[in-house]
């Protein structure tokens, strides 16, 4: 049976096309009208998109789009997985269900409660990614290698200072993943904090090498056996939640420089008032703090810190945000996104 769409969905698909489209990658505006003149074949592509839409839309002003927006997400989930289960794995396909992952991730990236399925989608999005193989030349999402990645981030970054990557903010994150230092001990942690330094550290000397690192953030996620992604994302698990606080933040000052950059973007008219994607960060950066046992919060005062400073700055009112969260039930285990190693 054909699927029904009506005049809110076009919204969102208008929404999706205009500004809510995943930043990545750089200069993508042109990747992401080239996906939408495919998604009328990949019905997963098209919730995929709309759900993207709807999500960030509920950000921007108080409004009924959270029940809308899962309810595309739960569409797109359950079509993905029967989608990459038939193992038609050529590039147009492969194409569809990278562009479909990426808007789920970036959608999680837009849901109070969404910090799991984000870190869940960004895992999946580099084993979707995998299956292009050798075709990736011809790939919709070419751009996206790791090398054309940072040579336009390095060329985007030295155009003119920028206050998110300054000496003190590079030294004082530095300082935190010291002290973090104490407290690591699984593989994955200490993968991560050793990932983390080396991004900073290198920020000042070496800003190529810097972004170069920075790819492999969290690709990481990637790479981790199911149990030890498991015990890495368990909201009990106090000392990894802590390398995610830092995680985010780092992503931040990285990533907050250099994506949304476009080069041939035209001018639009658009509901678009702040970086909701980042404020939603702080919120889940902010939310983990609170989580933590008083002895652990001395840890995480810095990007805790930072988080805060940075809502203020953007000076926004998100109540209506918490609102969304009571209303948005966590997916059950069957509609995520299968991933697997």
Known sequence: MMPTFDMTDLRFFQHFLLCAYPPLPIGGWAVWQLVSQMSHEYDFLVHAMLGLGASHL?????????????RHRVIAIQRLNDFLA???HTTPNVDAAFAAILSLTYQAAHMPDGLYDFLTMTRGCFLVGSLVGDEFRTSTFRT???ESYVERAVEIVSREPHHFLDSDLVNGFSASLERLG????SVAELHYLATMRRI???FNTDLTDSYRQHTFLYEKLG?????EYASFVDPHNYTSRLVIMHMLVLDCIMAGRVEGAEDHKPEV???HRYNSRYVMVCLWVGDIYESLPLELRPYGEWPERYARNLTDMFNIDTSFWRKGRTEMPRLECA???SVTT
């Open 58 to 70: 509920s950000l921007l002003t108080p409004s009924n789009f959270v029940k809308d927006a899962l």
């Open 86 to 88: 038939e193992g038609r």
């Open 144 to 146: 996206f290698e790791r």
């Open 182 to 185: 104490r407290t690591c001990q």
């Open 200 to 202: 900073a550290l290198a």
């Open 223 to 227: 790479h981790l056996t199911a149990d």
């Open 269 to 271: 008219t658009a509901l």
């Open 335 to 337: 509609e995520q996104f």
